[in-house]
């Protein structure tokens, strides 16, 4: 009986279905070919990780450390990271199931088996064709190496393929541990008639609420956001620990400065216009719920460009870091339009107020258009101020060509592009719900 309501339930939530499935498929191809890549880059090489103090150095990983090694540790974390914001898009959006069973009687167990089984489903699709991808990209990959009369190939080895099957089995372990967890959470609170979001404490205790903490803070912040263009227009190789600095400094601003300047906008100007109050007060909403995804974005993109540029590599190891390099961006742009798309899913209330009070059918469209549009332009802003940046510092030391430079930046934008039409489709339909 919950085997097949747990199929109708994905049948008629077939495109969150998909998505979902889509997050296993590129995982599981991405994953294949990078247990196998790294296998055939690391073969009779040593690696190194510490400093003469045999104490572990960042730098000296970047710089010294075996490539191939380093960058199939990263990547399995962005995937874990990736599954994680995926997983929490495709079950929070079936919180109104799981309440309505809860009220027939359903148990918790009962609940996570259900979570369970769409979620086997989802992957004993998604990986097969997944691990075949990743042949396929294998042999594409080894026709453009021999190309460049590159002697080393990639080959599909047993050892890979064993680090391959114990990785994808922890990923999915997790996966269906997070189904089961938000199973027993949703659960608790629904019955208690409240909300997930409304179990946390927003409250500010200590020196954060001092005001002249929080203006050294601040200003602090403009500094620590400001360091990594510094440093890039330096020349420095150290992208990545200067961008992991600059996020921390962004968020300050962001959260001090960028979001109340929206809500002292609305307050000044909006009630001339209900369009754009509606849309700087979803957009702020979007920002503060989703800005560790754009952090991320930018942190993983300068860390493989650092992998990419700071060091000698082989052509099997460049090769490597490109195809890291796009496929963190996909995966990346995913995990912003998951976690932009987790809070939407509950936006169809505000629509209907909207409605309520007399906006027409076409100015919730134009609201939720323009929300959109500020939204990606926001995030493209900071990535293209600290990629675009990180990329004129190469480009004028000549570490980099022009072509270089191109492919870099259409690989980081593109994905994005495509994610906003994603978004406005998948958003549309909540707001026509809300008619």
Same mark, same amino acid.
Not at 31 to 39: P, Q, S
């Given at each position: 009986?919950?085997?097949?309501?747990?199929? =109708?339930?994905?049948?008629?939530?077939?495109?969150?279905?998909?998505?979902?499935?889509?997050?296993?498929? @590129?995982?599981?191809?991405?994953?294949?070919?990078?247990?196998?890549?790294?296998?055939?880059?690391?073969?009779? &090489?040593?690696?190194?990780?510490?400093?003469?103090? $045999?104490?572990?150095?960042?730098?000296?990983?970047?710089? &010294?450390?075996?490539?191939?090694? +380093?960058?199939?540790?990263?990547?399995?974390?962005? *995937?874990?990271?990736?599954?994680?914001?995926? $997983?929490?898009?495709?079950?929070? $959006?079936?919180?109104?199931?799981?309440?309505?069973?809860?009220? *027939?009687?359903?148990?918790?167990?009962?609940?996570?088996?259900?979570?369970?089984?769409?979620?086997?489903?989802?992957?004993?699709?998604?990986?097969?064709?997944?691990? +075949?991808?990743?042949?396929?990209?294998?042999? +594409?990959?080894?026709?453009?190496?021999?190309?460049?009369?590159?002697?080393?190939?990639?080959?599909?080895?047993?050892?890979?393929?064993?680090?391959?099957?114990?990785?994808?089995?922890?990923?999915?372990?997790?996966?269906?541990?997070?189904? *089961?967890?938000?199973?027993? &959470?949703?659960?608790?609170?629904?019955?208690?008639?409240? $909300?997930?979001?409304?179990?946390?404490? &927003?409250?500010?205790?200590?020196?954060?609420?001092?005001?002249?903490?929080?203006?050294?803070?601040?200003?602090?912040?403009?500094?620590?956001?400001?360091?990594?263009?510094?440093?890039?227009?330096?020349?420095?190789?150290?992208?990545?620990?200067?961008?992991? /600095?600059?996020?921390?400094?962004?968020?300050?601003?962001?959260?001090?400065?960028?979001?109340?300047?929206?809500?002292?906008?609305? =307050?000044?100007?909006? /009630?001339?216009?209900?369009?754009?109050?509606?849309?700087?007060?979803?957009? =702020?909403?979007?920002? +503060?719920?989703?800005?560790?995804?754009?952090?991320?974005?930018?942190?993983?993109?300068?860390?493989?460009?650092?992998?990419?540029?700071?060091?000698?590599?082989?052509?099997?190891?460049?090769?490597?870091?490109?195809?890291?390099?796009?496929?963190?961006?996909?995966?990346?742009?995913?995990?912003?339009?998951?976690?932009?798309?987790?809070?939407?899913?509950?936006?169809?209330?505000?629509?209907?107020?909207?409605?309520?009070?007399?906006?027409?059918?076409?100015?919730?469209?134009?609201?939720?258009?323009?929300? /959109?549009?500020?939204?990606?332009?926001?995030?493209?802003?900071?990535?293209?101020?600290?990629?675009?940046?990180? @990329?004129?510092?190469?480009?004028?030391?000549?570490?980099?060509?022009?072509?270089?430079?191109?492919?870099?930046?259409?690989?980081?934008?593109?994905?994005?592009?495509?994610?906003?039409?994603?978004?406005?489709?998948?958003?549309?339909?909540?707001?026509?719900?809300?008619?």
């Amino acid at each position: 009986m919950i085997f097949k309501e747990a199929l =109708r339930s994905l049948k008629n939530s077939f495109s969150k279905a998909v998505f979902f499935a889509l997050t296993f498929y @590129l995982t599981t191809t991405l994953l294949f070919v990078y247990f196998n890549m790294a296998a055939a880059a690391t073969a009779g &090489k040593p690696e190194t990780y510490v400093n003469a103090q $045999n104490l572990a150095d960042l730098t000296q990983m970047l710089e &010294k450390g075996n490539m191939a090694n +380093l960058m199939m540790v990263f990547v399995v974390v962005m *995937c874990v990271i990736d599954l994680i914001f995926c $997983n929490d898009f495709f079950v929070k $959006n079936k919180a109104k199931e799981l309440g309505v069973r809860l009220i *027939c009687g359903a148990t918790y167990i009962q609940l996570a088996m259900y979570l369970l089984i769409q979620t086997v489903v989802l992957m004993l699709i998604a990986i097969p064709l997944g691990i +075949l991808s990743g042949y396929g990209l294998i042999f +594409l990959l080894n026709r453009l190496l021999v190309s460049y009369g590159e002697e080393l190939l990639i080959t599909v080895t047993s050892y890979a393929v064993v680090e391959f099957i114990t990785v994808e089995f922890i990923v999915i372990f997790w996966t269906t541990l997070l189904n *089961c967890g938000f199973a027993y &959470k949703s659960g608790a609170v629904l019955l208690s008639g409240g $909300n997930i979001g409304a179990m946390k404490d &927003k409250s500010t205790y200590g020196l954060g609420s001092k005001k002249g903490f929080r203006i050294l803070m601040t200003a602090a912040g403009i500094v620590f956001a400001l360091l990594p263009l510094y440093t890039f227009f330096r020349g420095s190789g150290s992208l990545a620990v200067s961008t992991v /600095i600059g996020c921390v400094g962004l968020d300050r601003i962001i959260t001090e400065l960028f979001l109340p300047f929206l809500t002292r906008l609305n =307050r000044k100007k909006g /009630i001339a216009s209900t369009e754009r109050t509606a849309s700087n007060g979803f957009l =702020r909403r979007d920002i +503060l719920f989703s800005k560790i995804t754009v952090y991320l974005l930018i942190c993983d993109l300068l860390v493989i460009l650092t992998m990419l540029f700071a060091r000698e590599n082989s052509r099997l190891e460049y090769l490597l870091i490109l195809v890291s390099y796009i496929s963190v961006s996909i995966l990346q742009a995913l995990t912003v339009m998951f976690r932009l798309e987790t809070d939407l899913t509950g936006r169809e209330k505000q629509y209907r107020i909207l409605s309520q009070i007399g906006t027409s059918g076409k100015s919730r469209s134009r609201i939720m258009h323009t929300e /959109i549009s500020k939204y990606y332009l926001f995030v493209c802003f900071l990535l293209v101020l600290y990629g675009g940046t990180a @990329l004129y510092s190469l480009y004028s030391s000549n570490q980099a060509d022009a072509g270089q430079i191109l492919f870099l930046s259409l690989a980081a934008l593109v994905p994005l592009l495509i994610t906003d039409g994603i978004t406005r489709l998948f958003y549309s339909r909540i707001v026509s719900s809300a008619e």
